[in-house]
Structures are given as C-alpha cells and as structure tokens.
C-alpha cells in the first residue's frame, strides 16, 4: 500500500480501520506501523470523524417536509401504506406454526414406525417359533 492509497482511504472511509474494506485493513496496518506520515494521515482522518460525530444533525423544518410531500404528489407519487406489523407476525407465527407441525409428524412417525416394526418382529418371532414346534410360553417366559 502506497501513501496515496492510504490518504484515499481515510479520505471515503475515516481513521478507523474497522470501516475499511477488509482486503485493504491489513497492508494499511503495515504501513502505519512503519511510516510516521501515514500515521499522521489516519489521525487527520479521525479528528475530522470526531467533528463530524460531535456535530449536530440538521432536522427538516415542516415547512421543507411540506414541500416535498407536494412536489412528490405532484409528480405522481403516492405515500406508501404504513406497514401491519400484526401481519408479519402471523405471517412468521403461522410458519413458526407448520414447522413445529412438521417436526411434531416427523417424531409421531419415527415412534410409530418403532413400535410398529417392534410388534411385527415379536409376531415373527412367535411365528417361526410355531413352524418350529416350539410352546408360545416357552418364547414369551
């Protein structure tokens, strides 16, 4: 990374290498840990975040918020309708619904399926052992 590239930097992104691109993050450190003039760019670059934070935010008068409203009815747009919020959470219950259907079905089947496939192995058992020849009590004892 060159200096250049490093004042480029700062200048989109500010002094705090965490807002950078990741691919970028790395050599910046290199160059900072080597190179006062590059240091001296990145504290430029975060006293001008420091006024920029402690700044205050400008609020729209009503009057400016009026005149956007009509230059945008004006020009054929309308206001979007507020969002229902009751919708979207019976939108995510009812799916938050069929899943715990779903996984319920899932466990009825495995258990009946295991209590199934248990009965139909006892009555073979039982089977081969009346072709054998062998007493039902001396099996179920």
Known sequence: MTLDR???LADAWGGDLR??????RAAAERLLAGD???????????ALDALLFAS??????AALRDQVIAAASRAGLKPRP???FWFDRLVLASGAGWAAAACAGVIAGLSLTTHMTADVQ?????YQATLAGVDDTEVLG
Do not use: G, I
């Open 6 to 8: 490093l004042t480029a």
């Open 19 to 24: 807002r950078w691109p990741t691919a970028d």
């Open 36 to 46: 006062p003039a590059a240091r001296a760019v990145l504290d430029a670059a975060s």
């Open 56 to 61: 205050p935010r400008p609020e729209a008068s």
């Open 82 to 84: 507020a969002r229902r």
């Open 122 to 126: 006892a009555d073979a058992v039982l």
